[in-house]
């Protein structure tokens, strides 16, 4: 069985896999020769490269470095098997909103742009007995919540259907979101890029939220409205991620708009990434050497 990876280095950290003939493409160039069962495209893969899957001979499974695959399924052979990375970008992910909320609360941003002009009178918000509500209650969700329960914050969990958690006690449906917005310090956006969650976080639902508010969107650029970030800017604070449009273009209102942090997208991209993509790939392998289902699959 021939599997092929997008780089040397995540082959190398996946190893010798029995019953596996791992070959390296980066997606350019000429695609390999022969049958391909399965096919690990790079982290940040382009649309055209994703186009080359109907290069690749009886390739059976595409096992993506990312938890999101928006806009990847239409680009895909029919039958092929998809499988996304959840699970690999929980803890990075979760790191990065929490630093996100810390910078925006604490006001380093403007800190660091101060160059040192003392303003150490002004109060600004603590995490602790802040009021969370964490949009999107998935794996990287509760990485998010496991972080912030012991920094003392009050963390409400939004999901697609209400149900019980052992960590939380209550996730709450999203149908109930915009009853939850008025008394909500922080909100972070998790929720996958979809119908239902394109444009989720528009004029009129930022408009329920408090003033002062934080709003971190670390899922797709998207399910924000940027224009109504721009217009919600300065009696809402904002911690991008992600954006839209992405990468961000130079002269961007976003760039000054007053109160809003942007980071290029990072999130996920740490150290943390390689080994457990590469167990992810490795597990992969092992099961389709020994018949059994693959995990993580987002469509058939």
């Known amino acids: 069985m021939k599997a092929v990876l997008a780089t040397r280095t995540l082959a190398d950290a996946v190893g010798p896999v029995d019953g596996v003939d791992i070959e390296v493409w980066n997606g350019e160039g000429p695609a390999p020769e022969g049958e391909v069962d399965l096919w690990v495209p ?93 949009l999107g209650y998935g794996s990287i969700g509760r990485a998010l919540a496991e972080r912030l329960i012991p920094m003392k914050a009050v963390v409400t969990a939004v999901a697609s259907r209400e149900r019980d ?78 954006t839209d449009p992405e990468p961000l273009p130079e002269g961007h209102p976003l760039w000054d708009a007053p109160g809003v942090l942007i980071t290029p997208h990072v999130a996920g991209g740490t150290t943390a990434m390689l080994p457990r993509i590469s167990a992810l790939v490795r597990e992969q392998l092992q099961r389709r050497v020994g018949g059994e289902p693959v995990i993580n699959v987002v469509s058939r």
Request: aromatic content about 2%; hydrophobic content about 45%; proline content about 3%.
């Open 42 to 134: 790079h982290y940040a893969t382009r649309a055209d490269v994703l186009d080359r899957a109907h290069q690749l001979q009886g390739l059976q499974v595409v096992q993506l470095q990312s938890a999101g695959y928006d806009g990847v399924l239409d680009r895909l052979p029919a039958g092929v098997t998809l499988c996304n990375a959840s699970g690999v970008h929980d803890d990075a992910t979760a790191e990065h909103a929490v630093g996100l909320v810390l910078a925006s609360l604490r006001g380093i941003p403007e800190a660091v742009r101060s160059h040192g002009h003392w303003e150490s009178d002004k109060m600004r918000r603590s995490l602790a007995d802040s009021r969370v509500l964490v």
């Open 165 to 242: 958690d052992d960590l939380v006690g209550r996730v709450r449906a999203i149908d109930d979101l915009r009853s939850l917005l008025p008394d909500q310090d922080v909100l972070v956006a998790l929720v996958p890029l979809n119908d239902t969650t394109r444009g989720l976080l528009d004029d009129e639902t930022l408009g329920l939220l408090p003033d002062g508010a934080l709003v971190v969107n670390v899922a797709r650029g998207r399910v924000v409205d940027t224009d109504a970030v721009i217009r919600q800017a300065g009696r809402l604070r904002f911690a991008l991620d992600v």
